[in-house]
């Protein structure tokens, strides 16, 4: 049985970080990928980017390009996901997920289905 | 970017009744395209992997189908339990989501 357990919920301040984790257990950590993903409330889900951590390569929504930063920790089978330069319309709640990964046609690692969820982490950011 | 457009927003169903909802590409995506449910305070839970494929443990009421751009998500006979909001996904590119669609029971 695969759980992804998140870290708990966090209140920043505007123009601040917040460093988010993502532990595992049951199944193989290294050869998925491992996303995360956001939800502002009332709103739709939006992917912000991923790691293989077998590889350590990672892929970012072209949005957070430059703001958010996310490592895996093999030894601890734990992701985490760095977001830098926080303002109030990133207030959500942020889903780490697992699944399985693929080879895009650059030959380039790329995060496929979302097979398991973490329990989401409540980010506010408010002055 | 692809971008995934889901019809409807929403729809109010009774119990029994047969759900379908639809999600189209910007561009041809094979069929590299996912749905999830995510019940109020939960976290989402795969239903359909490559628009088909039903998810371990998914009742077999839920079904996938379509390729390239358009695609469909069906509930056959709905139940009060899948009262939820539905999204689709693709992995054709990097990954990008469909706006939800809110299933209501009436």
């Known amino acids: 049985q695969v759980h992804l357990v998140q870290s708990g919920a966090e209140v920043k301040k505007p123009g601040s970080s917040v460093r988010v984790s993502c532990k595992a257990s049951g199944g193989t950590f290294n050869n998925y990928s491992i996303s995360w993903v956001r939800q502002a409330p009332g709103q739709g889900l939006e992917w912000m980017g991923g790691i293989i951590p077998l590889f350590g390569t990672t892929r970012y929504a072209q949005k957070f390009q430059g703001r958010v930063t996310i490592t895996a920790d093999e030894s601890t089978s734990t992701a985490y996901m760095e977001l830098s330069s926080l303002r109030s319309e990133d207030t959500a709640l942020y889903y780490c997920?697992?699944?399985?990964?693929?080879?895009?046609?650059?030959?380039?690692?790329?995060?496929?289905?979302?097979?398991?969820w973490g329990q989401g982490t409540l980010v506010t950011v408010s002055s | 970017e692809i971008v995934l457009t889901q019809s409807p927003d929403f729809q109010s169903v009774t119990p029994k009744e047969k759900v379908t909802i639809t999600c189209r590409a910007s561009?041809?995506?094979?069929?590299?395209l996912h749905w999830y449910q995510q019940k109020p305070d939960q976290s989402p839970k795969l239903l359909i992997k490559?628009?088909?494929q039903s998810f371990s443990g998914v009742p077999s009421r839920f079904s996938g189908s379509g390729s390239g751009t358009d695609f469909t998500l069906t509930i056959n006979s709905l139940e009060a339990e899948d009262a939820a909001t539905y999204y689709c996904h693709q992995s054709s590119s990097l990954p990008t989501f469909g706006g939800g669609t809110k299933v209501e029971i009436k």
């Open positions: 561009q041809s995506i094979g069929s590299s």
């Open positions: 997920a697992k699944g399985p990964f693929y080879y895009d046609p650059s030959g380039y690692p790329t995060p496929e289905s979302f097979h398991f």
């Open positions: 490559f628009a088909s």
